[in-house]
């Protein structure tokens, strides 16, 4: 099962590494020499979904990542169309930042019984959107007030709330692109109240950040719009992990 694979690690103290591929925003050579990279450098997982699809690029992109990476395929859907039975796990998200009752639990009712039949692996999430002082596609997406990236003890409750409800992973996300990322202060706060792994992303675009964000206790870090740009970075950002853990 992906998710003991990740207590796992977590439990070890080793810093994992996600990659996010957002099939509306990469062509498929893109995909392939992302994939193939990941595969190289030992990539911990891999994250498939966006906010917004404007084709069915999802299953061609599977189909692809599959066919060059070895380790987990997890989707992480920005809407209930991107379920699919290519991948190996899902992110079943509920926006606990957020009081749109639809991302807390409607869109769940209507995807349940296709997450059923996928065979999928259900991995219960609670997903927090933390401010930036521009709004983030997945804020305005969701359509929810996201918390104040300044305020790490309302994250910290919220997370709390989370894994007292039976959440098995939290994720901070800044959103994608984000011009900062989550702050480590945050990070601490949720960690020092929580036990459940913890995986945070939007806005890392260097090594150096993804190291801040281990060492203030994230386990799982996602980068998705740096290697967009620039996919051979997945060295150094490997590079740096591996560092994290010696
Ligand atoms: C977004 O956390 C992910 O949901 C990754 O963000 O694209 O900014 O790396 P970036």
């Not at 990539?43 to 599959?66: H, P, Y």
């Not at 009081?99 to 259900?122: F, M, P, Q, T």
């Not at 997406?141 to 790490?152: A, D, G």
């Not at 990322?181 to 995986?199: C, D, F, G, N, W």
Request: overall charge neutral; proline content about 6%; some cysteine.
């Amino acid at each position: 099962m992906i998710l003991d694979q990740i207590r796992q690690k977590t439990k070890q103290g080793k810093p994992q590494l996600a990659v996010l591929f957002d099939p509306g925003k990469l062509s498929l050579p893109e995909v392939q020499k992302t994939a193939t990279l990941c595969e190289q450098h030992r990539i911990d997982c891999v994250l498939v979904g966006g906010s917004l699809m404007l084709d069915n690029s999802l299953e061609n992109c599977l189909t692809v990542i599959k066919k060059e990476y070895s380790g987990p395929v997890i989707l992480f859907p920005g809407n209930t169309f991107q379920v699919h039975p290519k991948a190996d796990a899902i992110l079943f998200l509920s926006l606990i930042s957020g009081r749109n009752a639809d991302l807390l639990i409607g869109k769940h009712v209507e995807a349940a019984g296709i997450i059923k039949a996928s065979h999928l692996e259900v991995i219960p999430t609670g997903y927090m959107l933390i401010s930036q002082s521009q709004p983030t596609g997945a804020q305005y997406m969701s359509q929810t007030l996201p918390i104040p990236h300044n305020k790490p003890e309302i994250a910290a409750a919220t997370a709390m709330a989370g894994e007292m409800l039976g959440l098995q992973v939290l994720y901070l996300d800044a959103g994608s692109g984000a011009s900062e990322p989550v702050h480590e202060e945050m990070i601490r706060a949720v960690k020092q109240y929580t036990s459940i792994p913890l995986i945070v992303g939007g806005g890392i675009c260097k090594p150096t950040m993804a190291q801040k964000a281990w060492s203030a206790g994230a386990n799982i870090v996602v980068i998705g719009t740096a290697f967009e740009k620039t996919p051979h970075l997945i060295a150094s950002f490997t590079e740096a992990r591996n560092i994290c853990y010696e």
